[in-house]
């Protein structure tokens, strides 16, 4: 009699066999971990100069906004907004 080659029982659903069969399919090894972090760990830093810039400009960009518009267009902005929120949920 043959040894069985599979480590985990097949079920009889269709469903279920599917799955565990993509399950095996697309599992990662430890190697494969390993080499995503070290590549993650790799990447090149940001210049911090680039980023105190962009800090300044998102830090400024919705209060100087807010002080062109007038008040009858900001109340259409916040309508449309809620709307939206709104429509989300349903």
């Known amino acids: 009699m ?3 080659r599979s480590s985990k029982k097949k ?5 279920t066999l599917a ?9 990662e ?5 390993e ?7 790799e990447e090149v830093a940001k210049n911090p100069h680039a980023q105190a810039l962009g800090k300044l400009g998102g830090l400024k960009g ?6 062109k518009l007038s008040a009858k ?3 259409e902005i916040a ?4 709307k939206a929120r709104w429509k989300k949920s349903d």
């Open 11 to 15: 079920s009889s659903d269709v469903n």
């Open 29 to 33: 090894t430890s190697e494969d971990q």
């Open 73 to 75: 267009r900001r109340k």
């Open 19 to 27: 799955s565990q069969i993509v399950e095996e399919a697309t599992e």
């Open 2 to 4: 043959m040894p069985n």
């Open 79 to 82: 309508k449309l907004a809620a």
């Open 35 to 41: 080499k995503e972090v070290k590549e993650e760990s």
């Open 62 to 67: 919705g209060k100087a906004r807010a002080a």
